[in-house]
């Protein structure tokens, strides 16, 4: 036979291993599939929750769209995407700037309104109806004089308080601690060439509005000018004929108009050191005066009963009629309200376009005296909170039972209702509210400011800060209590 036929022994074994080494390499491959296959089923077995198998791949799909979708976004729809965004970005800062420029333009109407109500003495805000009574604890006394206070004055900016008394010395008092910042001493009778300052009783103080300008008035006759900074004397005016009883500042102005027991007004001008005019018309000595920011004041004409307004410019004068008794004491509320009281008891509300009072209380801080013989007491110092309803009155009580009383005026002026009383040991000489509202300084001595017909040695002669609190308006008690989870 040929060998054709003839199995080689060799090559087949080759083959055979070739074989079985590439079927061993299929296999090889095909467990390392299956180990894949396993590795990966383990792993979406371990990372997916049984909430998410089912919907799994439809999120998955959905994911793999939306991003083909993102990748297939051209040019042109990105930048009117863009666009977009940014026109809605301008639409919202244009709506935001018109809400806040509409409730700034609220705001400067509402300011604007409040103006011309002011100028034309119409202004009443108010507030007396939020104030609460203070603690008696929390009331101040700054003692300092060793007579009986006159007067005093608040800053226009509410930091200090200038007052007087009849030790002749002047006082300026830091109201936040307290502390005697400068003192003004008085001087003996006879020392008038040498001395700078008073030698007789300060009956009246005033300050000018933009708080330069401080001036005195004494029972010398003289009126004189401070440097109300540095208690730097400046001038001195001469020119009544009796004791200075009132002295007030034309607001926004350095118009200085004083009042005196010569029954005469008389204008100055603190700037020129100059003196302007005299007014005459009252019959009796005039005990107070006050003015506003018109060309007028206002006086209290004592023992003649009257109250009159002054129209400088006109020269011209009102003459209004109330009180029984002599009107010791005036303050305006605004340009055309005031409020006076007298030594019969009586507190007054005024209007410039009313010959008589609006409303008059009696024995506004009772009587004294014994049954069948009682006397109320007199009224000595009134104080207003300007263009708001709300005003106070101090009484001249020879007992324990002195009080500053404070009023709330009814709607349009129209009738005097009392609010709460603070008890003040002693002779409420004078009152003043402060600018803001927040507390108001009464001058308390021994003696009435104007003489010695009682004396009450208990009392202390100095000064008592009372702060009034307001209560929460309603609306804000009702979100502060949401807030707070009540």
Known sequence: MSSFFIKKKGPPKDFKKSENSAGSKRKNDGDTGNKLKKKLNSKHNEEISSDSETEGPAVHRKRRANVEEEFDETPQEKKLRLAKLYLDQLRDEEEKKAEEESFETDLIAGRLQEEVLEQKGKLQRMVAKDLLPPDTSEIRLLRGHKLPVTC??????????????????????????????????????????????????????????????????????????????????????????????????????????????????????????????????????????????????????????????????????????????????IQLINEEHMITGADDGSVSLWSVNKKKPLSTVKAAHGRHGDSGLEQPYWVAAVAALQNSDTVASGANCCSHNSKVQLWKCGQGFRHLEPLFSIPVPGFVNSLKFSSSGKFLVAGVGQEHRLGRWWRLKEAKNGLYIIPLKRQQPEQERVQNGEENGV
């Open 152 to 329: 005093l004055v608040i800053s226009p900016d509410d930091k200090h308080i200038f007052s007087a008394a009849k030790d002749c010395s002047i006082i300026k008092w830091d109201v936040e601690n307290g502390k005697r910042l400068h003192t003004i001493a008085g001087g003996r009778k006879g020392t008038e060439d040498r001395h700078v300052g008073h030698t007789a009783h300060v009956l009246c103080i005033s300050i000018s509005s933009d708080g330069k300008y401080l001036a005195t008035g004494d029972m010398n006759k003289l009126i004189m000018i401070w440097e109300a900074a540095t208690c730097k004397h400046l001038y001195k005016f001469t020119g009544h004929r009796g004791p200075v009883s009132g002295l007030s500042f034309r607001r926004g102005t350095h118009d200085l108009y004083s009042a005196s027991h010569d029954r005469s007004i008389k204008v100055w001008n603190v700037d020129e050191n100059a003196y302007v005019e005299t007014l005459f018309g009252h019959q009796d000595v005039i005990t107070g005066l006050d003015s506003g920011s018109r060309e007028r004041c206002v006086t209290a004409g004592g023992r003649d009963r009257t109250v009159r307004v002054w129209k400088i410019a006109e020269e011209s004068q009102l003459v209004f009629h109330g009180h029984e008794g002599s009107i010791d004491c």
